[in-house]
């Protein structure tokens, strides 16, 4: 039992060697669509440019790998043409995401990879035509939006040595925010730039 206890202290002393964490901010352009199914027909809408931000905790489990979940606010939506007249989906998510990534080292810093889930809690939605705008309510009724969103995501991208993050981000919801016999997903591929406290 003893030499068990050592060895499980041993093994989290040697993760604790790697355990370099940092705290970084991030925002940048989001490209938004929906991707819409109905009566056995799907269709992606055209993009919808909006943003991002929020800030993240990288934490370093190993040389190779960290655990980064963040908090962001983040524009959804998407655009499409009814009558001739072009409307747009403009919605408001705060964001949890959690990825798992990997890093290797390259030139003056390190190249990063991987993905995982995210949960969204929707603030606002709404939409427009022009200048005229409609709000659109939460809830489970049929005019209503379902005000959760889930879904996974994939990140990649570069970190310097100085802390300037560079990155790549895209995901896609799995929850229907339709009431109706319809399915509409979140689709969202964004390009941030941020900034991580603390040197590698």
Known sequence: MKKTCLAVAALLCSAGLYAQSSFGIKGGLNLASEYARMDNQSSTTKILPSFHVGAYYDARVSSGFSIQPGVLLQGKGGRFEDGGETLSDKFLYLEVPINFLGRVSAGSGEVFFGGGPYLAY?????????????????????????????????????????????????????????????????????????YEFGTR
């Open 122 to 194: 929707g603030l606002s939605a709404k939409v427009t035509s022009g200048r005229s705008s409609i709000h659109m309510e939460w809830g489970s009724q049929p005019n209503q939006l379902n005000r959760f969103d889930a879904g996974l995501g994939f990140l990649a991208g570069y970190r310097f040595f100085n802390g300037l993050v560079l990155s790549l981000n895209s995901t896609a919801g799995f929850i229907n925010m339709s009431n109706l016999d319809a399915t509409f997903q979140n689709r969202v591929s964004s390009i941030s730039i941020g």
